[in-house]
């Protein structure tokens, strides 16, 4: 009976989204498609009746540890998309969403309210600073969003840029006040704040504890009271967003999609916006929480489809799909994610590069926002080139490849993509090595231009002149604050906004924040165009040869000091060799640091006994002509484990 409605209500779809192809007739095409329709795996949810009226598509937008995952599955649990075993959880289903949360998680639920049965799609954004831009792009496919804040840590950084983004959009934001059961909750203070920064009415903060359970209930409801209803024209010409994809070994990319008019079935041919590579539809259905097929997706839905994409780099986030020969406008404001920090990695042991090969190329199949270019140095052999979002996007993505590849990795220092400007071109340098010498080519080189970043910190007063030094350390400019509360509040918190330079954030800049501020600083920022600045390219000789791997780019006014450090670090890395090692930094021709590696004194006078006082002298002669020698033709040879000891300390 069901399976008859459904055929009867895609016949009706098909008639009025699709056209048949030439030489065939409307009936006959109908009946062809809709038995393809009908030989679809069992559907276990049917989505035909839900219009645009029922349907709710939100995101959860909070600062790190705010609470986000946990309100998730409360939201799962209270919906009944994730059934409860006895202890009121069902961890295995958790657990399996736990490990796709890296990257944010997507599920739809099913909502009773007054009789009416909705549609809610939670669109969850990844929680990583580095992800902000894709944060913005999942907003795309929402109509509102709850912003949750800590009811004891009050506003931090990332509160306000998601609040930012999502006010950018024109998303209804439904204020939560997460954690209410912890003693040092404080929601009055939180919400006079919200209502400072925000401009929030007290009145409409949601109360809740994610953990409890505590005013979920209110959540489900302000969801659909509060967040109006998706638009989208069953009749339209088909044209799905895509806002995220997973990757699934047998079945290639699953891609998610918001549909934005139009009717999405099984068997459709389309196409991408932005690559114009035509696929066909495998497979589609909604996150409930997992997988579950459905016939088709309708103008408003949110869902997930397989459409044998082979690669996670040809899911673009941002890109319109469309149906093949029935064009739409592309979705405003697609740009391809962009790698802003890169690093060489290499094996520790020489030999084991095509271990490593095989585990980056694996897991790249899975992260489709790093890049991979092929690169070899002289001191540490083969190896690749990674560009990352951020640094703490690198960050995982080492773990991951040293849990893949079981052994340790050679990192070289993080960079990244300076604009140099040639008399006649431009181009983006991510490897110091391609960095050009400035002082010897200054009449080629017109400029070199750095990426910066607006950063803004949230810390309480007290450690706002700390955080203030540390941002001039690190070359800040433009640097403002404000308060937050009221003055002469006990524990008030200060927002310290400036432009820092992302090459200074990249290294150990959120240790430094962390530890100066004990722990309580917040941080943020957002991409801020690039800037003219002083930039050299600072080497390392090691028995006067240049060393690839260890090169760097610096501003001028800080190459003394990173010069000194470096060599000193270096002179207690290098094993000492048969022959003087002098240790040097330079920058261009300028030596501007140096350190002596003193040699090691083999005893070639210990055979002799007694007074032979000139035999002595004369292997010992011999031993300094053959030194002298050795320091002339000689190659320190640096264990891959020394690098592995300097490059891991330069680590964020
Ligand atoms: N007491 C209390 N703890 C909570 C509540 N909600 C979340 N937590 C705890 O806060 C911590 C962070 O919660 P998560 O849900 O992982 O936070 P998140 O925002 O998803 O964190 P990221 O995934 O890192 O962005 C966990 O230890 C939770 O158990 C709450 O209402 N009350």
């Given at each position: 009976m069901l399976l008859r409605w459904q055929a009867t209500s895609h016949r009706e779809i098909l008639k009025r989204t699709h056209r048949p192809p030439l030489g065939q007739t409307y009936p006959a095409f109908c009946t062809s498609a809709v038995r393809r329709l009908a030989a679809?795996?069992?559907?276990?949810?049917?989505?035909?009746?839900?219009s645009c009226d029922n349907i709710r598509n939100f995101s959860i937008i909070a600062?790190?540890?705010?609470g986000k995952s946990t309100l998730a599955d409360r939201l799962l649990e209270a919906t009944g998309t994730i059934k409860m075993d006895?202890?009121?959880?069902n961890r295995q289903v958790l657990d399996k969403l736990k490990v796709e949360r890296e990257r944010g998680i997507t599920g739809n639920m099913f909502y009773q309210q007054n009789n009416l049965r909705y549609l809610l799609n939670l669109i969850d954004t990844p929680g990583h600073v580095d992800f902000s831009w894709e944060v913005s792009r999942s907003m795309v496919?929402?109509?509102?969003?709850?912003?949750l804040v800590d009811a004891s840590q009050g506003v931090q950084a990332q509160s306000l840029s998601v609040f930012h983004a999502a006010r950018e959009r024109g998303l209804k934001i439904i204020p939560v006040l997460n954690?209410?059961?912890?003693?040092?909750?404080?929601p009055d203070r939180v919400k006079a704040q919200m209502h400072s920064i925000?401009?929030?009415?007290?009145?409409?903060v949601l109360h809740i504890s994610a953990k409890t359970g505590e005013g979920i209930s209110d959540v489900l409801r302000a969801i659909v009271e509060r967040i109006p209803p998706p638009s989208g024209e069953t009749t339209g010409k088909l044209k799905a967003f895509l806002f995220d994809s997973l990757y699934d070994r047998y079945r290639g990319v699953i891609s998610l999609v918001s549909i934005q008019d139009g009717v999405l079935c099984k068997g459709d041919r389309i196409v991408s916006c932005h690559t114009r590579k035509k696929y066909e539809i495998t497979e589609l259905g909604i996150m409930h929480p997992e997988e579950v097929p459905t016939a088709q997706l309708l103008p408003g839905q949110v869902g997930y489809i397989a459409c044998n994409?082979?690669?996670?780099?040809?899911?673009?986030?941002g890109d319109t799909l469309h149906r093949v020969g029935y064009a739409v406008e592309p979705m405003p404001g697609f740009q391809p994610a962009k790698a802003m920090v890169f690093a060489g990695i290499y094996p520790v042991?020489?030999?084991d590069f095509p271990k490593l090969e095989e585990s980056i190329k694996r897991l790249t199949l899975t992260d489709r926002s790093v890049t991979i270019q092929r690169e070899s140095s002289s001191a540490l052999g083969q190896g690749y080139r990674l560009g990352f979002l951020g640094s703490l996007h690198m960050d995982v993505f080492r773990q991951r490849l040293e849990d893949e590849y079981e052994a340790n990795i050679i990192v070289t220092a993080p960079t990244v993509p300076y604009k140099v400007v040639y008399r006649d071109r431009t181009a983006v340098v991510s490897n110091p090595t391609d960095f050009p010498d400035i002082v010897e080519t200054s009449s080629q080189v017109r400029e070199v231009q750095e990426p910066i970043v607006k950063a803004t910190i949230i810390v309480p007063e007290e450690y706002l002149g700390e955080m203030m030094d540390l941002c001039f350390e690190h070359r800040a400019e433009d640097v403002d604050h404000r308060y937050?509360?009221?003055?002469?509040?006990?524990s008030n918190r200060a927002m310290l906004t400036c432009t820092l330079p992302l090459s200074e954030i990249v290294a150990d800049f959120f240790d430094k924040l962390k530890s100066r501020s004990s722990g309580f600083a917040s941080f943020d920022y957002e991409d801020a165009g690039y800037k003219k600045s002083n930039l050299v390219k600072m080497i390392f000789l090691l028995n006067t040869k240049?060393?690839?791997?260890l090169a760097l780019i610096v501003h001028r006014s800080a190459e003394q000091s990173i010069g000194r450090m470096w060599v000193k670090k270096l002179h207690k890395v290098i094993p000492r060799q048969l022959f003087e090692v002098p240790i040097q930094a330079a920058v261009g021709k300028r030596i501007i640091a140096r350190e002596t590696l003193s040699a090691l004194r083999a005893?070639?006078?210990?055979g002799l006994y007694g007074g032979h006082y000139e035999r002595k002298m004369k292997h010992l002669e011999n031993q300094k002509e053959s030194k002298r020698k050795m320091k002339r033709v000689g190659r320190v040879d640096l264990p891959q484990e020394a690098f592995f000891d300097i490059l891991s300390t330069r680590r964020p």
């Open positions: 679809a795996p069992p559907t276990s949810v049917d989505l035909a009746g839900f600062h790190i540890d705010h006895s202890k009121g959880l496919a929402c109509q509102g969003a709850l912003l954690k209410i059961d912890l003693p040092t909750a404080q925000f401009g929030i009415e007290p009145a409409d994409m082979k690669q996670s780099s040809e899911a673009h986030i042991e020489s030999n937050l509360g009221t003055s002469g509040e006990a240049p060393v690839d791997a005893d070639v006078t210990a």
